[in-house]
């Protein structure tokens, strides 16, 4: 079951994103030609969060056409949160794929 290491690398990505704060939420795109099952994803993602600052976290994934699998976003808890309104957390954007460098 590969969602188990995709799972995996999306909570190291999240939490060294985070820097430790509390996350609420993990946005996802994923794209159908990865052949990513979701269901499959989410049981993974439950697995791996335990835990972690990701524990209770909801997965939100959105499916779309393509390659893509990119953490669209992270909404972090309102108490971790550096934004002046307790109601709506912080939330950190991945750069478009265009930004980021490739090694």
Known sequence: MRELSIAQSVVDIAIR???????????????????????????AFGLVTQG???????????????????????ELEPSASPLPSPRTGARLRARPAWQRRRR
């Open 17 to 43: 994103r985070a820097a430790g704060r509390p996350i609420r939420t993990v946005e996802l795109s994923v794209g159908r030609l990865r052949e990513i099952d979701p269901d499959n994803l989410h049981l």
């Open 52 to 74: 972690t600052a990701l524990d209770g976290a909801r997965l939100q994934i959105d499916v779309r056409a393509g390659e893509e699998l990119l953490i669209d976003a992270l």
